[in-house]
């Protein structure tokens, strides 16, 4: 079992940066590949960005690609996303997420969630 919490979220103007971090409890968060998540109000749940057990492997949106990060310390249980260039559209909550192993884009294939951070960017 594995329980995560999200930080680092907040309101920034466009154009502008935010670190998420996601610190996992259990001491076995280095089996685990993390995927970053969003859901904006009235939309679906979508895919951010995920990394492998080791971080050898990275995966991101279209969206994200070119902007955003993810990045792992295994020695500190913790998983980040650094968003560069927000636009208005990144607004949304963002969630991390745990499996087995290898990264997923699919979120029905994450065992574990933190209980998300609000990311606001304003125009």
């Known amino acids: 079992q594995v329980q995560l919490v999200e930080s680092g979220g907040g309101l920034v103007q466009a154009g502008g940066s935010l670190r998420l971090s996601c610190a996992a409890s259990?001491?076995?968060?280095?089996?685990?590949?993390m995927g970053w998540f969003r859901q904006a109000p009235g939309k679906e749940r979508e895919f951010v960005a995920a990394?492998?057990?080791?971080?050898?492997?990275?995966y991101y949106a279209d969206s994200s690609k070119g902007r955003f990060t993810i990045s792992r310390d295994n020695a500190k249980n913790t998983v980040y996303l650094q968003m560069n260039s927000l636009k208005p559209e990144d607004t949304a909550v963002y969630y991390c997420?745990?499996?087995?192993?290898?990264?997923?884009?699919?979120?029905?294939?994450?065992?574990?969630w933190g209980q998300g951070t609000q990311v606001t960017v304003s125009s």
């Open positions: 990394i492998s057990w080791n971080g050898d492997s990275t």
């Open positions: 259990g001491r076995t968060f280095s089996k685990f590949a």
């Open positions: 997420a745990a499996r087995y192993w290898s990264g997923s884009s699919s979120w029905d294939e994450y065992d574990h």
